[in-house]
C-alpha cells in the first residue's frame, strides 16, 4: 500500500479502506452469528488486498448472494468464509508457482470455498485442476 500512495493514490485509498473493512470484521469474531453479505465483504476486502500482493498469480470470484438467490441476511458464523479463504490462498495458491483460482461459490443454500490451482505440488496434472472445496457451509432458505 505504501509504494501505491506515490503511484497510485486512489488505489492506495481503495486498499487502505479495504484493510479498515477487514479490521472491523475482525472484530465481530465472538459475535454467534452475522450476515452473509458482511462477511463476504470481509472476504472481498481481504482479496483486494491479496491481489495487490500475488499480482496475476491469485484470481477470485465472489457469488453475488441477490444474484445467486440466497438471502444477503442469512446468518453464517463470523470470519468462516474468511477463514476458509484466508487458508486457500495462504496454503494452496502461495506455494503453486502459477498462482491459482479462489471462488466462493453460493449455490443450493450452501456457500462454498473452492480453489483451483495449475500446479498444486504433490498432484497430478490433471487432478490439480479440479477444485479444491475448503468449505461448504449450508446456508438459510433465501427470503420470499
Do not use: K, N
Amino acid at each position: 500500500m505504501a509504494s501505491l500512495v506515490r503511484t497510485d493514490p486512489p488505489r492506495a485509498r481503495e486498499l487502505l479502506l479495504g484493510f479498515a473493512d477487514l479490521s472491523r470484521a475482525a472484530d465481530r469474531a465472538e459475535e454467534p452469528a452475522i450476515r452473509l453479505d458482511e462477511e463476504l465483504a470481509a472476504v472481498r476486502a481481504y482479496l483486494q488486498i491479496e491481489r495487490t500482493r500475488f499480482g496475476a498469480r491469485l484470481e477470485s470470484d465472489v457469488d453475488d448472494p441477490r444474484t445467486a438467490g440466497v438471502d444477503p441476511a442469512a446468518a453464517v458464523p463470523p470470519l468462516a468464509v474468511l477463514a476458509a479463504v484466508r487458508r486457500g490462498v495462504q496454503e494452496e495458491i502461495e506455494p503453486a508457482t502459477a498462482g491459482g483460482t479462489v471462488h466462493v461459490r453460493l449455490v443450493t443454500g450452501t456457500c462454498r470455498v473452492e480453489v483451483r490451482t495449475a500446479d498444486r505440488p504433490g498432484v497430478p496434472g490433471g487432478a490439480a485442476r479440479a477444485p479444491l472445496v475448503l468449505l461448504s457451509l449450508p446456508l438459510d432458505a433465501p427470503a420470499e
